[in-house]
């Protein structure tokens, strides 16, 4: 199978092509490989060229945007001609249309530029879009090869996918070769440390069953992830092999390692908070909200967390956090000291249990040869109230995520042990 | 030119291809045209195939990705066969990787693994890595052909692109076709509603100069982008006819556009505090820290912005902020009252000159008929207070990505106003 992610903003780089990667992970997880994805530009010849590439190589293709109300969508038109079929108007949707429209803007009229998302190549089925206003398509020939198209809109590609396609590609796919993967997320621990403790050839040796499946090392600012991915075998047997990597894996790097997957560390300490019936409150400073954020974006986390305190500036945490204002002069606002109050103050303040805070220096200015800029001191109080530093690096949007990272596993530890 | 992504995690979608965004975005500011993006797996025949096709259709070609010390690197030999050039060891490259390994690893022997990469097809040109150990790769034909193969790790990709490759391309596009374009942001206005305001042949009639400059309709949870774009035509006169567009587009949408290209809401919003003086304070219930860490990305954000407090739950709201609790119980948490509290309290609490507030139900549950998922309030307290009630669609994600862009707007625009 293969995608092609169509769009001008693509090509040239002002959108990063997120749609791509999810519409592959959640085929890949249904066991079903892409082999070669395509990005084009919106012009009808460079799409119908790359549709009719792709569908001579595998037969199946998904493609993604392009079906919007604007003058810029070419994709129906285009990929209709490749199958030899000319446009049509379907009334029904036509009608679905107009009645959201009207439900919407009451006092406007129904543009004409609307109703043209309501055209589908003779023959196509449509794949309905409960979350926007353009369906998709999926045409297919008398030999079986077909192309789906969806719209490029992420949260409407989203649900069509999971809804209409992946249900009819599975049906497809039964039978032909499958592609699983396992991730254990780690953190805390360098990629090279890994490497280190690893070895060479961890898995198996060349040839044996365990050491034919690529172990690739994925860091990023979350961490280090470690995928096993295991291809071209019974679905019962590469979840067999996974599973054993996964158990070898876990063994040496277990203490790093707070989960799988998708699994978010957010998520993971919420479940332990809930788990222990404490109640969590943050106090950022150089993160500026971003581990509340972090944490919120978890639905259902306001069970276990209260809110916070963005203490930006000093002068909000002497007030808001009771952080002795002579601490902040001699030690500075990233210190030991002023990440300990702000710690326990925000748990005093907000009546928490666990108090957790975040004081560095994200740059790209306020570095001193003394306090670089990557430098961050983060402290929890649960049952014990202590602090680290750390020496983040990356730009400092990167840092700012290391930093909110390791403040989730300095909780995720705190109660682990507690 | 094409660009071509090499990697099975690429094409698996554990990574999204940032890389690719950020070398069509160098280029195209540059004048330089990516005409169709592929991404293939760890193999050598697809690797091959793709190359290629991409040779056959542009001629130039710019590869990334499988250039590491790990055995999954199997780029240069495919790329050299196309070629038929043979692989040879350059003794100068293995000389430097061995030394920045010894000073690495003192008591560790350099790995044969990591002496392949010193492995360069026949007649290639090195280009030179200064961040990292894989060497970039210029293979050209007779013919001018040519393939560069850079490594995929961002950093390494971003610097040998900079430093080498584009002045090398530079100096071959200089007789080739420019592509320029220019992207107006708005917010507070759906896609639709801008296409009725700016109606079809917006910026003249197909055929004119203005006329047949494409222009595109951005929607994401930030607002809609307005891009234009010229291609195949002298630099300058690309240049005279985008200021055109973007002026014609600013005299309708004007209201609701915040800035050009990649200008963030939140470093408009800092500017203007600054330069009338002000220091801002947020409350945030829904989005949880979320506008705290919007501003916090700005660089020197600090100087006024003062922090905020995250009342995630009730309790918090009536203690941090001072809202009445009777409010709470009267017209619940997300209501007009609440929210005009949360921004009150807050300013006079952290003693700011501005205090915003934000407080929905970003779902997935918490909804109810009278207050359904989407419904956040909204008040910003500058000279006057005031608030506004807000219907946002998309999931928890989006929904507090609106909400937070919304708030900025509103501190915008009040700033504007006073």
Redesign the interface.
């Known amino acids: 199978m293969e995608l092609i992610t169509i769009g001008?903003?693509?090509?040239?780089?002002?959108?990063?092509?997120?749609n791509?990667?999810?519409?592959?992970?959640?085929l890949?997880a249904a066991g079903v490989e892409?082999?070669?994805?395509?990005?084009?530009?919106?012009e009808a010849a460079?799409i119908a060229a790359?549709v009719r590439?792709a569908l001579d190589r595998t037969g199946a293709v998904i493609t993604t945007g392009g079906l919007?109300?604007?003058?810029?969508d070419l994709t129906k038109p285009a990929i209709a001609g490749i199958f030899g079929r000319k446009m049509r108007l379907d009334e029904e949707i036509a009608a679905e249309l107009e009645r959201r429209?009207k439900a919407r803007?009451p006092s406007?009229g129904f543009?004409a530029?609307?109703r043209s998302q309501a055209e589908i190549p003779e023959g196509a089925r449509v794949l309905a879009n409960r979350h926007g206003s353009a369906p998709g398509i999926w045409l297919e020939d008398e030999s079986g090869r077909w192309v789906a198209m969806i719209p490029g809109?992420p949260?409407e590609m989203r649900g069509i996918l999971a809804e209409e396609l992946l249900p009819a590609i599975r049906t497809r796919a039964e039978s032909e070769s499958v592609?699983l993967?396992r991730?254990l997320r780690t953190t805390g621990i360098a990629e090279s440390a890994i490497a280190d403790l690893l070895g060479p050839h961890f898995l198996g040796e060349p040839g044996t069953d365990l050491g034919s499946l690529?172990l690739?090392y994925?860091p990023g600012p979350m961490g280090v992830?470690l995928?096993v991915?295991a291809k071209g075998m019974p679905r019962d047997r590469a979840a067999r092999l996974l599973e054993e990597a996964i158990v070898k894996l876990r063994a040496k790097v277990g203490p790093y390692a707070y989960g799988e997957d998708d699994t978010d560390l957010a998520a993971v300490v919420l479940q332990k908070l809930r788990s222990t019936n404490l109640r969590l409150a943050?106090a950022?400073s150089?993160?500026?909200?971003?581990?509340?954020?972090r944490?919120?974006?978890v639905?259902?986390?306001?069970d276990v967390?209260?809110?916070?305190?963005?203490?930006?500036?000093n002068?909000?945490k002497t007030?808001?956090l009771g952080v002795v204002a002579e601490d902040l002069r001699n030690h500075g606002a990233v210190s030991e000291e002023v990440a300990l109050e702000m710690a326990s103050g925000v748990r005093a303040?907000?009546?928490a249990d666990v108090g957790v805070s975040i004081t560095g220096i994200a740059?790209?200015?306020g570095g001193t040869p003394e306090k670089p800029v990557g430098l961050v001191w983060i402290a929890v109080q649960a049952k014990e109230l202590k602090a680290r530093r750390f020496h983040l690096i990356g730009d400092?949007?990167e840092i700012?995520q290391r930093a909110t990272q390791a403040a989730l596993e300095m909780v995720r530890r705190a109660l682990s042990n507690g």
């Open positions: 001008d903003e693509l090509l040239l780089g002002f959108t990063v092509d997120t791509a990667a999810h519409i592959a992970r959640t890949a892409i082999v070669r994805r395509t990005t084009v530009g919106d460079g790359a590439e919007g109300p604007t003058s810029d429209w803007f406007s543009p530029t609307n809109v949260r592609v993967s991730t690529p690739a994925l992830d995928r991915t943050v950022e150089c993160t500026g909200g971003m581990l509340g954020e944490i919120t974006a639905p259902g986390s306001s967390f209260l809110g916070g305190v963005i203490a930006y500036r002068d909000i007030a808001a303040r907000l009546k740059g790209p200015a400092r949007a700012r």
